[in-house]
């Protein structure tokens, strides 16, 4: 490698995107909304974010039996979309819900002999599962209610009661209630079990909190933008005006092109990904994750870039070559989540790159993430290798 050769390229390159106003305008409203968002804080997000009930609602079961198959079955019709069961029995590690659902678990409780029922609803909207709950609260009662000896005045008294359950009383009323219904439906207590109930909002693994995913958007935006947009704009603009066939020409080699403009755009997408993950949230820019991560991901979003450059021959061919890729990886990511296609996901770097910013932002690590690190670290390298080849192959003195 020849110093002066990659000096001039590396000049080259920060000069053309120095003069492009578009770029420019771009990189300072990315700065801009980062120095926003770290004054504004989560609340900026209350006025955005959507409310009310969730969409769907997802009970987990550790063990089939009459109470569990009654549920199943008596799911209204209005209502069999929105609720699914799942059984978790001899299932390790955390649980996790689908984006825009609550979750309730029956979870048995050995020391009772009863169950605990523990709803799970996103973070300061308890009442967004209140539909599910008062589904579950009332085919349980009805199911029991069925299994018990009373006379027929007092089943009439008891069934009005349970049809009037709306879910919209507090943890302890429910709880209280059922201790009450126990009492005067199974005082002996050998055919109701006992409930407990509990109600908790999401809890992320990282620890991440609004303002944490908020600066993993911004990282994120300003490393797709210049490695996956910018990259392959500027070059296939190169080529569109003869300039790539002119720097074919000269004296540089192959190599040496390809390193000064896969050095250039990488400290380009890593200063501007470190500056306004720093200013979204400053105490990353002391943690060493942070600082590894994003440049992990700033290399492989621009060998991704460069891959997507040297096989577009147009501006207009680069731009729509790097929409499809993103919609093509958000797709997969989407519609291979728990089934067969998964697997595949873990070759992407987008499947990885969100999750390692939120443990970094959070300062929440151990041996895991560094491991993932490691091994999105191979990814991007293997991006690299893939675009110095085609490169060599389709874009060399095209």
Known sequence: ??????????????????????????????????????????????????????????????????????????VPRGLRDRISFRSLQNRPGFIRYPIGSVGIQLRPDENSGGYKLWT?????????????????????????????????????????EVDGIDGTDDAWALRESHARFRERVDPTGTRVPRFDVERSPFRTISGAGAREAVAMGLVLLSLFFVGIFLLPSMTSEERERGVASAIALSPARPSEIVLARLGFYFVFAFGLATLVGGIAVPSAWVRPFFWAVVAVIALGSVAIG???????????????????????????????????LEPVTWFLLERHGPTLLLVAFSGVTGTGPWLELGFTGLLSLGWVALASFVYRRFGWRA
């Not at 008062?134 to 008294?157: C, G, K, N, Q």
């Not at 997507?308 to 501006?315: I, R, Y």
């Open 306 to 340: 460069f891959t997507l450059a040297s096989v577009s021959k147009t501006q207009r061919g680069a731009s729509l070559a790097a929409l499809c890729y993103l919609f093509a990886t958000g797709v997969l990511m989407v519609t291979a989540k728990d089934n067969a």
């Open 1 to 74: 490698m020849r110093v002066i050769v990659l000096r001039a390229l590396l000049l080259k390159e920060l000069r053309r995107v120095a003069a492009h106003r578009g770029s420019v305008g771009m990189v300072l409203l990315i700065v801009v909304t980062a120095v926003l968002m770290s004054f504004a804080g989560a609340r900026a997000l209350s006025g955005v974010m959507p409310g009310g009930q969730a969409s769907r609602c997802v009970i987990d079961v550790w063990h089939e039996n009459a109470w569990v198959a009654h549920l199943r079955s008596h």
């Open 120 to 160: 799970w609803h996103p973070s300061g909207d308890p009442a967004a599962a209140a539909w599910c709950e008062s589904f579950v609260w009332r085919e349980s009662r009805r199911f029991f209610l069925t299994a018990s000896d009373l006379d027929a005045t007092t089943r009439a008294l008891v069934e009005r």
